[in-house]
Nanobody, 114 residues
Framework: QVQLAESGGGLVQAGGSLRLSCAASRSIFASMAWYRQGPGKQRELVAS???????VYADSVKGRFTISKDNAKNTVYLQMNILKPDDTANYYCNARTFAATEYWGKGTLVTVSP
């Protein structure tokens, strides 16, 4: 059973930064991603990174967020800068295998105060 453990959430003022981490219990994923679900909103893709390092970002976070991975640690990161109140959400780590099986973490809460 694959486990994804997120960390790094918290309360920050607008304009501040946070770095989220997602440690996987195994490697060999086709891609890993961060999703978020804000109050009263649907879950949305924030950023993803493939095993080859190709990245995709939601328009709302381009230029502010950076996704990266450390293959040796089976960990993916999300560096979030210039945070806005609209970034307030539960952030979920997602991993997809080459067989298209998906795994989800339990989420970490990010709260951005005005």
């Amino acid at each position: 059973q694959v486990q994804l453990a997120e960390s790094g959430g918290g309360l920050v003022q607008a304009g501040g930064s946070l770095r989220l981490s997602c440690a996987a219990s195994r490697s060999i994923f086709a891609s890993m991603a961060w999703y978020r679900q804000g109050p009263g909103k649907q879950r949305e893709l924030v950023a993803s990174i493939t095993s080859g390092g190709r990245t995709v970002y939601a328009d709302s976070v381009k230029g502010r967020f950076t996704i990266s991975k450390d293959n040796a640690k089976n960990t993916v990161y999300l560096q979030m800068n210039i945070l806005k109140p609209d970034d307030t959400a539960n952030y979920y780590c997602n991993a997809r295998t080459f067989a298209a099986t998906e795994y989800w973490g339990k989420g970490t809460l990010v709260t951005v105060s005005p």
